[in-house]
């Protein structure tokens, strides 16, 4: 028996050759999505991050229970304080934790544990994943398949802001607790990532890499 009410699906059909002028247009923008490390302290309206964040929540979820929470930092005390516990645990993870094979990965990047874009970039996306939802009179659901729902809202974010006009970054200190103290949200919720998000600085660069071609990341059975 249903509980929740339905309609009908909204929905426009593109003709076929619509279709993939559609489908080419949107590979040929997102491929120019970069990871940045470089960013401009210029300002970014409010409501170009609310409007990517409103985007990121319509992603699909397990049993639509939404288990996502986004935390928006723009005052600069907080962003230094998040720059200054983020690069704690930056350090212990370079000197200590991770493995040779995993710093080896890492250095034709250049990446070490000073993370000054923290501090520069207009806007820190924080993501917290929720492993539970309160209903208003303070019940508790669990959510379900929270990793794949929350990992497909921070794609959709990533690309409403590069869709704005915005460069990012995804940044995952491990562990990221710190996160939940500085920015007031519950134990039962966890970190998952900080999207840096704002303009290149006018010096940024990017290492020329590529991506996979399609006949390695996928298979046709037809």
Same mark, same amino acid.
């Given at each position: 028996m249903r509980e929740w009410p339905f309609?009908?699906?909204?929905?426009?059909?593109?003709l076929p050759d619509d279709m993939r002028e559609a489908s080419r247009a949107f590979y040929t923008q997102i491929k120019k999505r970069r990871t940045v490390r470089e960013f401009s302290n210029r300002p970014v309206p409010r409501e170009i991050i609310e409007n990517a964040l409103k985007a990121a929540g319509t992603a699909p979820s397990g049993a639509n229970m939404q288990p996502w929470h986004f935390v928006a930092v723009s005052n600069p005390a907080t962003k230094h304080k998040i720059r200054v516990a983020a690069e704690q645990e930056e350090k212990e993870f370079y000197e200590h934790r991770a493995s040779g094979e995993w710093l080896r990965a890492l250095e034709p990047l250049g990446t070490n544990e000073h993370k000054d874009f923290l501090d520069t970039a207009p806007w820190l996306i924080t993501v917290f994943l929720k492993k539970f939802t309160f209903d208003p009179q303070g019940n508790r659901f669990k959510n379900y398949y929270t990793t794949e729902s929350v990992g497909i809202s921070c794609g959709f974010l990533l690309s409403a802001l590069h869709w704005a006009g915005l460069v990012t970054l995804t940044h995952t200190p491990? #562990?990221?607790?710190?996160?939940?103290? +500085?920015?007031?949200?519950?134990?039962? $919720?966890?970190?998952?990532?900080?999207?840096?998000?704002?303009?290149?600085?006018?010096?940024?660069?990017? #290492?020329?890499?590529?991506?996979?071609? +399609?006949?390695?990341?996928?298979?046709? $059975?037809?």
């Open positions: 309609e009908p699906l909204v929905f426009s059909e593109k491990s #562990p990221m607790k710190f996160l939940n103290q +500085l920015l007031g949200r519950p134990k039962d $919720e966890r970190a998952f990532m900080i999207i840096v998000a704002g303009y290149p600085a006018p010096d940024a660069v990017v #290492p020329v890499i590529g991506k996979q071609s +399609l006949g390695k990341i996928a298979t046709f $059975e037809t």
